[in-house]
């Protein structure tokens, strides 16, 4: 993730292009690929190798066991995009930057990438094996990503409407332009709840 960042910043400058919103941008499709690697053993392994009954016999709520690890994958998830501050940093020698468009892509990459790493861990939940969790939340993320395109393709009103309103990346848009939504915060918050 750190090189596929690292490239698309290095572009970005070639360019003479100063708005980071293009390396967020660039790199959300990737992000939703990624998270379900980050989660695709999670909870299968566990349950594969027989772990899972001494988490759940142990004097930990459940609510602690599945907290627990999903700040683990969200934190590994994140650590490529603090990265990116150091990008920020470097531009702000160069010309003038958005400080505010900054923290705004920052949170939309957070809570997307939560709510997506929310939907692995559940994946993961259901099967006992880390290579069906990692198919099958691979094949949800590929769908999140290509909504918009049924939305589009698919020239009827109502499911027009329903696509763009589940949709992750239209969403995601939205705080890479900028634009702090209270409604697209209670959207990624509500999935990953």
Avoid: H
Avoid at 42 to 68: H, M, N, W, Y
Avoid at 83 to 99: E, K
Avoid at 166 to 171: K, L, Q
């Amino acid at each position: 993730m750190l090189i596929l960042t690292g490239m698309y910043f290095s572009y970005m400058c070639k360019s003479s292009y100063s708005n980071i919103s293009f390396v967020f941008s660039s790199i959300s499709s990737i992000a939703l690929l990624m998270a379900p690697i980050i989660t695709m053993r999670l909870f299968s392994e566990d349950r594969k190798q027989k772990v899972d009954q001494a988490l759940f016999t142990a004097p930990v709520k459940l609510i602690s066991i599945i907290c627990g690890k999903f700040f683990a994958a969200f934190a590994l998830f994140m650590i490529p995009m603090g990265i990116t501050l150091i990008y920020q940093i470097i531009l702000a020698f160069t010309a003038d930057v958005n400080w505010l468009l900054f923290l705004s892509d920052i949170l939309g990459i957070a809570l997307m990438g939560g709510a997506i790493l929310s939907v692995g861990l559940f994946i993961s939940a259901l099967t006992e094996s880390q290579m069906i969790a990692g198919i099958f939340g691979m094949a949800v993320s590929f769908f999140i990503m290509q909504i918009d395109y049924f939305a589009s393709a698919i020239n009827v009103e109502w499911f027009s409407s329903f696509c763009t309103s589940i949709s992750f990346i239209t969403r995601y848009n939205a705080f890479t332009s900028g634009q702090f939504d209270f409604s697209n915060i209670v959207f990624f918050v509500s999935v990953v709840v």
